[in-house]
């Protein structure tokens, strides 16, 4: 049962991507520009967070959403794949550019929750986060 199990996920891996498809991409996190998020969460309860972030080419699709998570501390951004072509439409300073993703969080515990969101690099190359944190009531 076990080789017919490898040799599907083998033969699904191998069909899954085509080589010659001809699309690059690349992945690029984008820095989040604001965030839609309570002030105070209940424990047990479920919330939803919404991040805006900013799309400067047509060739730009949210792949996935970057969560760590670290004790109470959840650290936050946005994955985008980025399309390799030349005809990228520049959608710098139209309402198209601005993107936004809604994720739901469950609260697991007391405490506050700090939420650190990836804004960039500052100059020195380093990383900078828009830092909120949010107390748990009861």
Do not use: W
């Not at 469950?106 to 944190?133: C, P």
Request: glycine share 4%.
């Amino acid at each position: 049962m076990k080789k017919i199990a490898s040799f599907l996920v083998i033969l699904f891996l191998l069909n899954a991507c085509s080589p010659d498809d001809g699309i690059n991409y690349h992945l690029e996190l984008r820095p989040i520009e604001s965030v839609d998020i309570p002030t105070e969460f209940t424990l047990g309860e479920t919330y939803e967070i919404t991040v805006h972030y900013t799309k400067p080419t047509s060739c730009y699709y949210f792949n996935n959403l970057y969560y760590e998570k670290n004790l109470n501390v959840r650290t936050i951004a946005v994955e985008t794949a980025v399309e390799q072509r030349d005809n990228c439409n520049d959608l710098t300073g139209t309402p198209s550019e601005d993107a936004e993703y809604t994720f739901n969080f469950y609260v697991t515990s007391n405490g506050s929750y700090i939420f650190k969101f990836y804004q960039g690099k500052n100059e020195n190359g380093e990383n900078i986060f828009l830092e909120y944190e949010v107390p748990v009531v009861e």
